[in-house]
Nanobody
Framework: QVQLGESGGGSVQAGESLRLSCLAS????????MGWFRQAPGKEREFVAA????????YYSESVKGRFSCSRDNAKNTVYLQMNNLKPEDTAVYYC????????????????????WGPGTQVTVSA
């Protein structure tokens, strides 16, 4: 069973950057497309970004396009989310999970992920 652990969150000022990591254990994630999600207080979890299994293709929500960059290193069983020019509205707990790329490609929504959720990492951006 794949287990995921997110790290790299923190408290920053608006305009600053953070790099999140998602390390997988218990199995390889190289066969999965991987997605990043976030959940702000009082809101539902939302899709943020995704990367194909090879790392060749990436996908972003409109709210982060141009500011966030998703990548992966399959040799390290790790997925990354580089977040630049952070805004207060980016404040949330960030999670990663394996996703079905066909859903995302067809509808722009990854649908229900595989459910390997880790504990998440808190990102707080102050104005």
């Amino acid at each position: 069973q794949v287990q995921l652990g997110e790290s790299g969150g923190g408290s920053v000022q608006a305009g600053e950057s953070l790099r999140l990591s998602c390390l997988a254990s218990g199995g390889s994630i190289r066969i999965y497309a991987m997605g990043w999600f976030r959940q702000a207080p009082g809101k539902e979890r939302e899709f943020v970004a995704a990367v194909s299994w090879s790392g060749e293709n990436t996908y972003y929500s409109e709210s982060v396009k141009g500011r966030f960059s998703c990548s992966r290193d399959n040799a390290k069983n790790t997925v990354y989310l580089q977040m630049n020019n952070l805004k207060p509205e980016d404040t949330a707990v960030y999670y990663c999970d394996a996703i079905r790329l066909t859903n995302l490609q067809a509808t722009g929504d990854p649908g229900a992920p595989y459910g390997y959720w880790g504990p998440g990492t808190q990102v707080t951006v102050s104005a």
